[in-house]
C-alpha cells in the first residue's frame, strides 16, 4: 500500500514509502535521474564532508547530498518512517532505487541507519559511486546496514564518477 509519495518542485526528488502487511516491510523508493534538474544534481561531483560525531573522513557526492537535503525531503521521509515504525515495531525497513535513485537510495540507508537500532536493507539498481574510501568504511561497519548492488557490467553509470569514488556493498 502506498503510504506517501513526495515530489518535491525544488530539487525534483522523487520519492515513495510503501507499506506491505503481508511481507510485513515499510519501503521507501527513490526515483532516478528523469529531467535536467537531476541531471544538474547528477554532474556535482565535489565531495561534500558527511558531519557525524564518529566520523572525521566521510565525504559523498555533494550532488546527491544536496538533492537529498535541500528541502525539507529528508525529513518528510524520516518523519513518515518514525511514524510507520511505531505504529508496526516489527516491520523491517528497506531502501531502493535506480541509477540516481540508487545513489539516493544508499545515501539516505546511510543515513537513517544512524536514526534507528533496527536493520536498514538497501537495494539498489546501477548506482554511481557515491563516497569516498572514508565513506566506504563508515558504510560497511554499521552494523544495522546491508546493501545489495545490483549493476550490468558494460553501464556507464555504475563506472562513475571515477576519481577518489567508492562503491559501498555488495555487488
Do not use: C
Amino acid at each position: 500500500k502506498v503510504v506517501k509519495v513526495i515530489s518535491d518542485p525544488v530539487t525534483d526528488i522523487q520519492a515513495g514509502i510503501t507499506i506491505s502487511e503481508l511481507n510485513k516491510r515499510i519501503t521507501v523508493i527513490f526515483r532516478g535521474s528523469e529531467s535536467k534538474s537531476d541531471w544538474y544534481y547528477d554532474l556535482m561531483v565535489l565531495k561534500k564532508r558527511v558531519l557525524k560525531e564518529d566520523y572525521d573522513n566521510v565525504y559523498v557526492h555533494s550532488g546527491f547530498y544536496k538533492q537529498l537535503h535541500d528541502t525539507d525531503v529528508y525529513s518528510q521521509i524520516t518523519d513518515t518512517l518514525i511514524q510507520l515504525k511505531n505504529d508496526n515495531p516489527d516491520y523491517n525497513i528497506y531502501v531502493t532505487g535506480h541509477s540516481l535513485g540508487a545513489a539516493l537510495s544508499t545515501l539516505f540507508g546511510f543515513e537513517i541507519a544512524h536514526k534507528f537500532e533496527d536493520k536498514i536493507n538497501v537495494i539498489s539498481f546501477a548506482s554511481p559511486r557515491l563516497g569516498n574510501s572514508g565513506f566506504r568504511e563508515a558504510f560497511d561497519k554499521k552494523e544495522n546496514l546491508q546493501h545489495y548492488r545490483i549493476t550490468n557490467d558494460r553501464d556507464i553509470v555504475t563506472a562513475g564518477p571515477m576519481i577518489l569514488f567508492q562503491h559501498v556493498g555488495k555487488n
